[in-house]
């Protein structure tokens, strides 16, 4: 029988008094840092990232992340507390979506290249296909068949320390990637295909031509 986490490890933590033995209570300027909507200083963050990564829980509980790329600002600001996401095409496969189906809440993270603070923003997401809505997210006269729509609720800029440590923007601290493993190595046991490496890594190749604009 598979042992759970508590049994595996010593001294859990489980609650709220026990984690603040632990790291203390916030200074006032994290606690307080928390608003309610889109003000200017979080819109020219989002106008200027190409970047965000939305978080969405399934019907079972179950949690995942999705990362979302476009030119710099490509999620707009319907107004301050709107957000839209276009959805380009991919592998529709569409986890995030099957999950808003499920349950509405969504996270997002916002990155912005050389920037080393991030913004958080949390709320509910709707799948709309609003015609002049998609039309106004046209990329390469490409129109989304599908736009996620948020309801903000909280914002938050996350201090800079995470991207202190790991370096993030700095290329020439970046860890030597040449010797580890394709996508399609590990497609091909992950899916128990039966296809070769070379065979896959075209299929894959040849996807992301034709899918991306």
């Known amino acids: 029988m598979t042992k759970s986490l508590e049994q595996r490890f ?5 609650t709220q008094d026990q984690l603040r033995d632990v790291l203390g209570t916030p200074s006032p300027i994290a606690r307080d840092k928390v608003i309610d909507h889109i003000d200017s200083y979080c819109a020219e963050f989002i106008e200027h990232a190409p970047f965000v ?31 839209a996401v276009p959805d380009r095409l991919g592998n529709n496969r569409a986890d995030t979506f099957v999950n808003l189906l499920a349950n509405p809440e ?17 709320g509910k997401g709707l799948l709309v296909r609003d015609g002049d809505l998609r039309a106004s997210l046209a990329h390469k006269d490409k129109v989304p068949h599908l736009v996620l729509v948020v309801e903000v609720k909280r914002v938050m800029f996350q201090c800079a320390k995470c991207m202190v440590r790991s370096k993030l923007w700095q290329p020439d601290s970046w860890a030597n990637v040449s010797g580890m493993s394709s996508l399609a190595e590990a497609i091909k046991v992950h899916s128990q295909l039966q296809e070769s490496v070379a ?4 299929v894959i190749t040849r996807s992301s031509a034709e899918r991306l604009y």
């Open 10 to 14: 010593s001294d859990p933590v489980t």
């Open 53 to 83: 990564v939305l978080s969405t829980r399934g019907e079972r509980g179950e949690m995942d992340l999705s990362p979302r790329g476009d030119p710099a600002g490509f999620v707009k600001i319907i107004d301050e507390r709107t957000l």
């Open 106 to 122: 969504i996270g997002l993270i916002f990155l912005v290249p050389g920037k080393r603070e991030t913004l958080r923003v949390s």
């Open 199 to 202: 065979e896959i890594d075209e």
